[in-house]
Nanobody, 121 residues
Framework: QVQLAESGGGLVQAGGSLRLSCAAS????????MGWYRQAPGKQRELVVT???????NYADSVQGRFTISRDNAKNAVFLQMNSLKPEDTAVYYC???????????????WGQGTQVTVSP
């Protein structure tokens, strides 16, 4: 089992910045792709950005140019630097990780509990 611990959420004024962190822990799994999703009240969970183990990224159009994802493979950690925040960025942000058991090719998806990001006007 892989556990994801998120931190860094909070309340910030529009135009401000926040940095989210996520660390994966567990035994017997190889961590593959990681990323961030978010869910605003009354809305479906949506992609923010994903990053492969090799560093390739895929950003949602709504955050392109403002958010930056990075990862530390040695520590199984992923980060999200959020700049120029807008009120519409307000949501619960979830860290996600795809992992494979060392003895299998079957890939599983794991999710963190989420961290609240609130951007005030």
């Amino acid at each position: 089992q892989v556990q994801l611990a998120e931190s860094g959420g909070g309340l910030v004024q529009a135009g401000g910045s926040l940095r989210l962190s996520c660390a994966a822990s567990g035994t017997g799994f190889k961590i593959n792709d990681m990323g961030w999703y978010r869910q605003a009240p009354g809305k479906q969970r949506e992609l923010v950005v994903t990053i492969t183990s090799g560093g390739s990224t895929n950003y949602a159009d709504s955050v392109q140019g403002r958010f930056t994802i990075s990862r530390d493979n040695a520590k199984n950690a992923v980060f999200l630097q959020m700049n120029s925040l807008k009120p519409e960025d307000t949501a619960v942000y979830y860290c996600t990780s795809r992992a494979t058991r060392w003895t299998s090719i079957t890939e599983y998806a794991f999710w963190g509990q989420g961290t609240q990001v609130t951007v005030s006007p």
